[in-house]
């Protein structure tokens, strides 16, 4: 049976229009996935889009033996990764011992010090997040949103003048973007 022109067009743009189908639902599906990770993880950012090079022998090893039995330290963005999605999951254990992993490594991400600081602050332990804050503001003082992390945890704690000195920076860093007016709103909050 041979088939007519007119019916391989019709055939031919099915296809298409089913093929875009399919790739427009499966990509608005994880698309919406990403979007609820960055809407629940307010102060936490992307992962880096580079790692530095530094692996020093000695902490190859202290990291080897925090996972017994593994061979070969995994890449360390899929560590962050995985790292951020217990955060969102809230299992904050877990994401700081892979932060703590991720800096144990040489790591000097100031996003990653970011997020260790966050997280250890949900784990109730804000001396320890205000100590690993301030180091990463030592790394990089230009990370607007280190500073506003550390003018809320300083905030909650009751450090009033810590946290209107380290909120007025990220705003001044620039208060027109969502980092610059979180600053704002909390430090128009402080007593």
Known sequence: MIRSAKFWILMTVFQVVFGLTVFAVTRQYYVHDQ?????????????????????????????????????????????????????????????????????????????????????????????????ILNEGVAVDSSYQRIWLTLGFINSQVGNTGQARLALTTAVQMGADNEVGRSAQEILGNLP
């Open 35 to 131: 979007d609820e990770v960055s809407a629940n993880t307010s102060v936490m950012t992307e992962p880096p889009p580079e790692w530095p090079e530094r692996d020093p022998e000695s902490e190859l090893e202290q990291l080897i033996s925090t996972y017994p039995g593994q061979q070969t330290i995994e890449d360390p963005a899929v560590v962050l990764r995985r790292a951020d999605e217990f955060y969102t999951n809230g299992q904050y254990d877990k994401a700081a011992d892979l932060y703590q992993q991720l800096l144990a490594s040489g790591s000097r991400d100031v996003n990653t010090y970011n997020n260790l600081g966050i997280t250890l602050y949900n784990l109730g332990r804000s001396d320890e997040a205000l100590r």
